[in-house]
């Protein structure tokens, strides 16, 4: 595998449910991120790990959950998730948090919450 | 506020023809980066290109090339040479220096179509 994973590619979930993305980045970088894209929105920032450190909430509701238990994993527990979450979760990683650094993108989960 | 304009919601261009996409920023820093994005329907957003505020030089990578006017905040992404793999969405996005980390925001896209 090269570059940066992301399973599952599609979820479909009850706002009852309880699941977990994950984001797995193979370029040896120190910083992930999670970022939202909804319909007709930019890209919202979700959060930000650097060396399995968080180091930026965007004002995340709690019922999402990031988990780093190393610098290639990167994972998103969800629970009692609402209709308006459902959209695509981009995962990404940068050599480093600051820089003139390129962030490289997984290939998303779409989530679509019923 | 920091933000990102993209006043194209959707572009066409004749596949072999050069296309330029729009952007605009806003910052009062004065370091900073631009960056080019392309999403194919896949998903996956794809790393284009690069510019630095301090950099005098305009960016280039194949045919891409980044039309950067600092004083008119602008920097366009010019592609040559179109081809039919180029129909996507566009995204331009800055860096700021916050105070823990860079943060990248993103403007709201540009669809692109390539027409045979």
């Known amino acids: 595998e090269t570059g940066v994973t992301q399973t599952p590619r599609h979820l479909v979930m009850g706002m009852t449910n309880k699941k977990s993305l994950k984001c797995e980045q193979h370029?040896?970088?120190?910083?992930m991120y999670w970022y939202k894209q909804s319909a007709k929105k930019p890209l919202e920032l979700m959060f930000v790990?650097?060396?399995?450190?968080?180091?930026e909430n965007n004002s995340v509701p709690s019922r999402f959950s990031p988990e780093c238990p190393n610098s290639s994993h990167l994972f998103l527990h969800l629970h009692t998730l609402q209709p308006e979450d459902s959209a695509l979760y981009l995962c990404?990683?940068?050599?480093?948090?600051?820089?003139?650094?390129?962030?490289?993108f997984g290939p998303g989960t779409r989530l679509t919450v019923t | 506020a920091q933000k990102i304009t993209q006043t194209q919601p959707g572009m066409f261009v004749q596949e072999k023809e050069a296309v330029t996409l729009d952007c605009t920023y806003d910052?009062?820093?004065?370091?900073?980066?631009l960056f080019w994005y392309k999403q194919p329907s896949s998903g996956e957003m794809i790393f284009l290109i690069y510019?630095?505020?301090?950099?005098?030089q305009n960016a280039t990578e194949g045919r891409y090339s980044l039309n950067f006017q600092k004083a008119r905040k602008s920097a366009n992404l010019v592609i040559s040479a179109s081809q039919l793999g180029d129909s996507a969405m566009y995204f331009c996005?800055?860096?700021?220096?916050?105070?823990?980390?860079?943060?990248?925001?993103f403007g709201p896209g540009t669809s692109l179509s390539v027409i045979p």
């Open positions: 990404a990683s940068s050599q480093d948090l600051r820089g003139d650094y390129e962030q490289y």
């Open positions: 370029l040896g970088h120190n910083a």
């Open positions: 790990y650097n060396f399995k450190e968080q180091t």
């Open positions: 910052t009062s820093d004065q370091s900073y980066g």
């Open positions: 510019q630095g505020s301090y950099d005098e």
């Open positions: 996005a800055m860096r700021v220096e916050e105070t823990s980390y860079d943060k990248v925001i």
